[in-house]
């Protein structure tokens, strides 16, 4: 069973940062996509990032130029540099990693970013 498990949420200002973690418990070369979900209250949950195996990546518009994904082979470990954090980037942050071709398909428990003053 594949675990991924999130961290690095909490409250911060407008204009703030956080990075957030998410450690695998298998080599993320097995996982052909990773990817950042959140979900914000009475919201369905939306892509904002995802790296493939072979490093490209993909963002949602809301937040290019801001958020940066990176993924760490040895670590087994990606990560998501969120810069100039908004108040509407408030969310539950969920990290999925997946194969589709091998119905692979593993989720997070999720890591509050509140942004607020």
């Known amino acids: 069973q594949v675990q991924l498990v999130e961290s690095g949420g909490g409250l911060v200002q407008p204009g703030g940062s956080l990075r957030l973690s998410c450690a695998a418990s298998?080599?993320?070369?097995?996982?052909?996509?990773m990817s950042w979900y959140r979900q914000a209250p009475g919201k369905q949950r939306e892509l904002v990032a995802s790296?493939?195996?072979?490093?490209?990546?993909n963002y949602v518009d809301s937040v290019k130029g801001r958020f940066t994904i990176s993924r760490d082979n040895a670590k087994n470990t990606i990560y998501l540099q969120m810069n100039s954090l908004k108040p509407e980037d408030t969310a539950v942050y969920y990290c999925?990693?997946?194969?589709?071709?091998?119905?692979?398909?593993?989720w997070g428990q999720g890591t509050q970013v509140t942004v607020s003053s």
């Open positions: 298998v080599s993320i070369n097995r996982l052909y996509v």
């Open positions: 999925r990693g997946e194969t589709p071709a091998l119905g692979m398909d593993h």
């Open positions: 790296i493939t195996n072979s490093g490209s990546t």
